[in-house]
């Protein structure tokens, strides 16, 4: 049987906290009773939100914490060429399209269908718009003339691909099971901007296959991203890993806790010299 290959992929958009700790000892922990290997990838490609600091920050956690990965870390910034190959390649087999609203515009757009309109599993409404309509002569005119566009997903093209149940294997918080995905719970969503040259779920599909990922554990927030990335990895031809999404850390208050909190950056608890067993046991992951 090959090698397994876990990684932890977290965003340098804020401080890490205590849901990425367990995050990172979860990977550590399954890769080590599977007798895998465990990569670290900075997923920073939101460029106006990323920032070095906080990028240095994982990697002082991650050694405090005792994470050992693999070098070199692969960072998403350095990759954007790829990322961009990967888009033209879908553009050019029909499954995205060009979209030219505005925020401002869909917002308007999604108010006149009424408060019942779709939302996504992270509570932004579905595309409302009809770019998919325009015909090939008609986008290319307003690309060529220089109008701002995002590229979405053309999800009723890839969905006509699939000609089997689309599932994935989930083994978070429970025995192994077949999860059924739902990607048209998500609608077209953007995989593509001018500013960001790929999306959170095509960077993450694409490195996944390209680094040879087989386990996939994060935070039951991802779960529901689940279904599009499994639509992703069909349409581009790539591996289905495993997924185990563990559960979240709430804060007092049942919420998700946040990158800017003090009382749970793994940054500010090093600095209030808490110790990394002590970290370790409040996750609830005790053996180092
Ligand atoms: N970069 C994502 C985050 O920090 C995690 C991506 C993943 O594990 O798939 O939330």
């Known amino acids: ?85 990967a888009l033209e390649k879908l553009v050019s087999e029909g499954f995205i399209y060009p979209a030219f609203e505005s925020r401002a515009e869909i917002a308007r757009l999604v108010s006149a269908r009424g408060p019942d309109w779709p939302r996504d599993p992270d509570g932004a409404p579905l595309y409302p718009g009809n770019a998919r309509d325009r015909s090939a002569a008609e986008r290319e005119r307003k690309i060529e003339s220089g109008e701002s566009h995002t590229l979405r997903l053309d999800l009723q093209a890839a969905l006509a691909l699939i000609n089997k149940p689309l599932v994935w294997i989930e083994s978070g918080e429970g025995e192994e099971r077949e999860i059924a995905a739902r990607p048209e719970r998500w609608g077209d969503v953007i995989l593509g901007r001018k500013e960001t040259p790929a999306s959170y779920h095509l960077a993450c599909v694409l490195d996944d296959a390209l680094q040879g990922v087989t386990h996939i554990v994060r935070g039951l927030d991802l779960y529901e991203a689940t279904s599009i990335h499994r639509l992703l990895q069909e349409i581009l031809g790539l591996p289905a890993p495993a997924y185990h999404h563990h559960r979240l850390i709430l804060d007092a208050d049942g919420r998700k806790l946040s990158k800017r909190d003090p009382s749970t950056t793994l940054r500010d608890l090093r600095g209030q010299r808490v110790s990394a067993a002590d970290l370790r046991r409040k996750v609830g992951h005790s053996s180092p």
């Open 1 to 85: 049987m090959p090698t397994p290959v876990f990684r932890f992929a977290p965003s340098p958009n804020g401080y890490l906290h205590l849901g990425h700790a367990l995050s990172a000892l979860r990977n550590q922990e399954m890769a080590r009773v599977a007798g895998g290997r465990v990569l670290l990838r900075i997923e920073d490609i939101d460029r106006t939100r990323c920032r070095p600091e906080y990028e240095a920050a994982i990697y002082e956690d991650l050694e405090w914490l005792g994470i050992e990965y693999e070098r070199p870390v692969r960072r998403q910034s350095e990759h954007f060429g790829e990322y961009r190959a």
